[in-house]
């Protein structure tokens, strides 16, 4: 909490109407669903989503708030110049490799399907990237 505030990146309300106010949202709407979900704490059951309440026993929603923005961001790039196993780039007029043309890592589509699996996207830039340096070699 200390580095998100320290950065700029979260903000610290002491009310309610502090934080309706900052993030434009309607506060009698805010303030009717927090204490909504307080009622689930206190009830154990949430009502509205069938959160499981069990670890949220006696963790009721009060100020001061520390919230922090959710958005989207760009984490990977399904898509680029299609490769072939020697990482040669495909020329997609032709469907031949390029000559002299090799792409590895990120740039590089198709190598994950239609969904990269977490995690794989340092190996495939390993295993790709010697891949193409063995392909020099050896042309
Ligand atoms: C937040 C986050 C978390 C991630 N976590 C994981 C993880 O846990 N495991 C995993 O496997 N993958 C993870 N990834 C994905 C992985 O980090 C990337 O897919 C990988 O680093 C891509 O490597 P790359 O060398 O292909 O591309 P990049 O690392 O993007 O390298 C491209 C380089 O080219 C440079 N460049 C761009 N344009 C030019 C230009 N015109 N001239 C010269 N240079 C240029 C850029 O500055 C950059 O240095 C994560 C990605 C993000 C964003």
Not at 18 to 23: G, P, Q, R, S, Y
Not at 99 to 109: D, R, S
């Amino acid at each position: 909490m200390k580095k998100v505030l320290k950065y700029g990146v979260g903000w610290k309300f002491d009310s309610v109407e502090e934080l309706a106010k900052h993030f434009n949202i309607p506060f009698k709407a805010l303030k009717k669903q927090i204490a909504e979900y307080n009622s689930y704490v206190k009830s154990g059951v949430d009502e509205q989503f069938g959160k499981p309440m069990g670890k949220a026993k006696g963790k009721y929603l009060k100020a001061p708030f520390v919230t922090v923005r959710n958005w989207p961001k760009v984490h990977y790039c399904q898509g680029g110049a299609k490769i072939n196993v020697k990482a040669e780039v495909i020329d997609s007029t032709t469907w031949k490799p390029i000559p002299g043309l090799f792409a590895a890592g990120e740039v590089a589509g198709g190598m994950h399907g239609v969904s990269r699996l977490g995690s794989c996207s340092i190996p495939d830039c390993m295993v790709m990237g010697m891949t193409a340096a063995k392909t020099m070699m050896k042309a």
